[in-house]
């Protein structure tokens, strides 16, 4: 349903804030790690499988691989521009700056989920 995709966005991006707070190369830097990757790629999981539910279910049969392959590649683009301008803001500013423009992005995209998800789909 739509609320788990809103769900695997928003531990996405708690993912993203555990590690904006890591700081130096103490124990609790290494733990906040660690949940970054716990939190973080639960969510992505969580929203990629039902993201592909959804889309199986509202896409007719016989344009299901074409909307498959239409939201893979728009994804992989959207990847792609984001590594280039992570990159220029990592460096024009600093790695952590690009880290904050991702955790906005992750903040954007749970903010758009809840307001165009149709609610109980």
Same mark, same amino acid.
């Given at each position: 349903?739509?609320?788990?995709?809103?769900?695997?966005?928003?531990?996405?991006?708690?993912?993203?804030?555990?590690?904006?707070?890591?700081?130096?190369?103490?124990?609790?830097?290494?733990?906040?790690?660690?949940?970054? +990757?716990?939190?973080?790629?639960? =969510?992505?999981? $969580?929203?990629? *499988?039902?993201?592909?539910?959804?889309?199986? !279910?509202? /896409?007719?049969?016989?344009?299901?691989?074409?909307?498959?392959?239409?939201?893979?590649?728009?994804? +992989?683009?959207?990847?792609?521009? =984001?590594?280039? $301008?992570?990159? *220029?803001?990592?460096?024009?500013?600093?790695? !952590?700056? /690009?880290?904050?423009?991702?955790?906005?992005?992750?903040?954007?995209?749970?903010?758009?989920?809840?307001?165009?998800?149709?609610?109980?789909?």
């Amino acid at each position: 349903p739509a609320s788990a995709l809103v769900w695997g966005l928003a531990l996405s991006l708690a993912g993203s804030l555990c590690l904006l707070l890591a700081y130096g190369a103490g124990w609790v830097a290494m733990a906040l790690i660690a949940a970054q +990757q716990i939190v973080g790629d639960a =969510g992505d999981t $969580l929203y990629d *499988v039902h993201d592909q539910s959804l889309r199986q !279910r509202i /896409a007719p049969a016989e344009q299901l691989a074409r909307v498959d392959a239409g939201i893979r590649g728009v994804g +992989q683009l959207c990847t792609l521009i =984001g590594a280039a $301008l992570g990159g *220029v803001v990592g460096t024009l500013h600093s790695p !952590r700056a /690009a880290l904050v423009a991702g955790a906005v992005a992750f903040g954007l995209a749970l903010l758009a989920a809840t307001r165009l998800l149709p609610r109980g789909a």
